[in-house]
């Protein structure tokens, strides 16, 4: 499922669509990452500092059928 957020709304496991870059154009997080608490912490870091371009494409895989049923 593809979904477009805001910094604030970020979840780990998120797939990064497109590459993340701050209002100056530079590169933070290349596409195709998988947000992790480390990524996460880059991108706050980044955003308080030069601003991140918003909002977000990711995409968010569906867990398999016997991790929802727990």
Do not use: C, K, W, Y
């Not at 590169?27 to 195709?32: A, H, K, Q, T």
């Not at 030069?50 to 016997?66: H, N």
């Amino acid at each position: 499922m593809h979904r477009t957020v805001r910094l604030n709304q970020l979840g780990l496991g998120m797939v990064l669509e497109n590459d993340v870059r701050t209002s100056t154009g530079m590169l933070v997080v290349p596409r195709g990452q998988e947000v992790t608490s480390s990524v996460l912490e880059r991108l706050a870091n980044f955003g308080r500092s030069f601003g991140i371009e918003e909002p977000l494409q990711v995409s968010i895989e569906a867990a398999p059928i016997e991790q929802r049923a727990a």
